[in-house]
């Protein structure tokens, strides 16, 4: 059995998620019992602040060192939980001394499991607009659609303002439901991710307009627990 090295705090509201869903899926894979898993909870203010900047390369070492961290406290593997961080995960990857489960692949394969040709995603503005999404579904032939620049820039105001803060209002959920069914009408996507670890906190239902919704913590949470139990 493997120890996960968690990088958590971006924010706290999805990491006690990831911690609440890996101790479940291990004990309904297992029976009994609980996961080995170090937390190393990181500053979300100081990250959005090095991505507001641009400063990628420091946000890498700010990843790489907490990876280093957890790695010294005698992780095996480790992973982000979060999307946003992912900007920067092939840099990570290349610094840190454990190997790294990225949520962005695991959505993937879980695109391809489910049949998905396009897919909407939704999350922070540097999520919504990064390469780092399409890069790697586009590899696959699958298509990512990001709402349009306004939504990009509600959605990302409600993220950081609301979500992150655990502030979870029903006319934000109403108005994020709207934009998906939207999505769905306008740019004709069977699939909307949440690649935002708090999305699934507000939206909880599992379909949408017709569409599922991808969870990607739960996707990311599988992975883990699999590796965990390798």
């Known amino acids: 059995m493997k120890t996960a090295g968690i990088i958590g705090g971006l924010g706290p509201e999805s990491t006690i998620d990831y911690y609440r869903s890996i101790i479940a899926l291990y004990r309904q894979k297992v029976g009994d019992g609980y996961p080995p898993l170090i937390i190393n909870s990181l500053d979300v203010d100081k990250a959005l602040r090095l991505l507001g900047e641009n400063d990628l390369q420091q946000l890498a070492e700010y990843f790489a060192g907490a990876f280093r961290q957890l790695a010294d406290a005698g992780a095996d593997?480790?992973?982000v939980s979060a999307n946003t961080p992912h900007v920067v995960f092939d840099e990570v990857q290349r610094r840190s001394p454990i190997p790294l489960?990225?949520?962005?692949e695991a959505t993937c394969d879980e695109v391809r499991r489910r049949g998905l040709k396009a897919v909407s995603l939704l999350g922070?503005?540097?999520t919504m607009s990064g390469?780092?999404?399409p890069e790697v579904f586009e590899k696959h032939g699958l298509r990512v659609v990001a709402p349009s620049a306004e939504e990009q820039a509600e959605i990302h105001d409600k993220y950081v303002n609301q979500l992150i803060k655990g502030i979870f209002l029903p006319e934000t959920r109403a108005r994020l439901q709207e934009i998906i069914t939207t999505q769905v009408e306008r740019d004709r996507v069977e699939g909307v991710?949440?690649?935002g670890t708090e999305l699934p906190l507000i939206l909880?239902?599992?379909m949408i307009a017709g569409v599922p919704l991808l969870d990607t913590t739960q996707?990311?949470?599988k992975a883990v627990v699999a590796e965990i139990l390798s």
């Open 193 to 195: 991710i949440l690649a």
């Open 77 to 79: 593997f480790g992973l």
């Open 219 to 221: 996707i990311h949470v």
């Open 131 to 133: 390469r780092f999404y």
């Open 204 to 206: 909880k239902d599992e």
């Open 101 to 104: 489960i990225s949520i962005v």
């Open 124 to 126: 922070t503005r540097y």
